[in-house]
């Protein structure tokens, strides 16, 4: 496919995916990352779709946003998933799980009760760059800046910097086998449902009041979500610059310093060469080498040492250098799966490529002037939708598809 066939087929798809929603008698769309097989709005996903949208139609890529917005809550927090069509609840799934209310006693949730990584800043500024101008950066910013307040005062319980997940499922990368902290893998499919959903009931039943999360030790800090978290503070920052906001931009670099700093000394594991996650007050390192360890090359400040021996990670043939890069969990992990499947059972992001993380990669590694290696992982992402189409993984050994096909995010492919 050439890039004006490829931009087109991108286009197309998110025309697709579109879906519709009424909330507070206003009419609403969003992309659906599949309407099949994820029809509701995902917090994460619409940053990338309307990253992809500002390409063509920055009002069709604000859309994207407001429907966030709309079900920003008072303390700043913005959903991970918004449900606009209350039908497709199944009351036995995570649905419920991660939302409030019971099935069968209550209406169905219109909104989870948890967040996914914040890249809304990112969004912003394409928007704004393709044609949203000023005018919307200044529409937007406070919401955006609001919510990094709120993970910034709510999420940091032990005032290091890093902000805590409540949930596994709040990385964006579920199923992430680092979250086992063991070098052994679960390999039961029961098993590893039992180990990341079983908390999840936990804090529901905590009515997921954060004091009752974190004072029982349920303080995680993943490095994926304090890395975007830190990259999308950086933005914001330059945001609040452009229209002047001298005092969100001064609050931004701030906080992003802190998150850089926080990574560098508790995160990073000089040994491995990786930044590593933490669980429980104790801070115990999460061992597993999967594509969150490699994500801080997203962000600009990181020191070059690091950044080098990153790359050094990602460039080895035994760990990351798949012949389809990016694999989502290092090849020689003993819990790396190539078409995320354990035992017969879909359990995601472990081991399959995924082109949203791609997509982070290749800019930071641009950023960082890695230009061969951007390049070579940019090419072969092309390679991959141009055979197989926009998928939700691919398996990094021979490119296959895996998981749902027609996917919203691997359209970032355009934008690489
Ligand atoms: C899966 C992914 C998550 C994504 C969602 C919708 O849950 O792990 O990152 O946001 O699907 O695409």
Redesign the pocket.
């Known amino acids: 496919m050439a890039a004006r066939n490829l931009d087109a087929a991108a286009r197309d798809l998110l025309e697709r995916n579109t879906c519709f929603g009424v909330e507070g008698g206003r009419d609403y769309r969003f992309t659906a ?2 309407p099949a097989h ?1 029809p ?1 709005q ?4 619409s940053c990338f779709h309307a990253i992809v949208w500002a390409r063509w139609d920055w009002r069709r890529a604000a859309d994207e946003l407001e429907g966030l917005l709309a079900f920003q809550q008072a303390d700043g927090r913005i959903p ?2 918004v449900f606009w069509n209350p039908e497709r609840i199944l009351w036995w799934s995570w649905h419920y799980l991660e939302s409030r209310g019971l099935p069968f006693l209550d209406r169905p949730p219109r909104f989870s009760q948890q967040v ?2 914040p890249l809304l800043a990112l969004a912003v500024e394409r928007i704004a760059d393709a044609g949203g101008g000023d005018d919307y950066v200044r529409r937007t910013l406070p919401a955006v800046a609001s919510f990094h307040r709120y993970l910034a005062r709510e999420r940091d319980p032990d005032g290091d910097g890093l902000v805590s997940v409540i949930s596994q ?1 709040e ?5 992430n086998p680092a979250w086992h902290a063991r070098r052994r893998p679960l390999r039961r499919p029961v098993a590893i449902f039992a180990r990341y959903r079983l908390p999840e009931l936990r804090t529901k039943w905590e009515r997921f009041e954060l004091a009752r999360v974190f004072g029982r030790d349920g303080h995680q800090e993943s490095v994926a979500f304090n890395t975007l978290h830190g990259l999308a503070l950086r933005v914001l920052a330059r945001l609040a610059r452009r229209i002047d906001d001298a005092e969100t931009a001064r609050w931004a670099d701030g906080a992003a310093d802190g998150v850089t700093t926080a990574l560098l000394e508790r995160c990073w594991d000089e040994r491995a060469g990786l930044f590593l996650g933490l669980a429980g007050r104790a801070e115990r390192r999460r061992v597993v080498r999967t594509i969150e360890s490699l994500l801080p090359l997203a962000l600009p400040d990181l020191p070059t040492e690091h950044a080098e021996r990153l790359v050094e990670t990602l460039t080895d043939p035994r760990r990351f250098a798949a012949a389809w890069p990016v694999p989502s969990v290092a090849l020689d992990e003993p819990s790396f799966t190539r078409d995320n499947r354990v035992r017969g059972t879909r359990l ?2 472990r081991g399959a490529a ?1 082109l ?1 993380t791609n997509w982070l990669l290749v800019h930071g590694l641009r950023r960082r002037g890695f230009d061969d290696v951007a390049a070579q992982i940019a090419e072969r992402s092309r390679a991959l939708v141009e055979r197989h189409g926009f998928n ?1 993984f691919y398996d990094p050994l021979d490119g296959s598809p895996v998981g ?1 096909d027609g ?3 691997a359209t970032l492919v355009v934008d690489l």
């Open positions: 990352p599949s994820y509701f995902w917090c994460w996903d991970h998933v996914q990584p499922f990385t964006g990368l579920d199923y995601i992001w995924s949203n939700e749902v996917f919203g995010w």
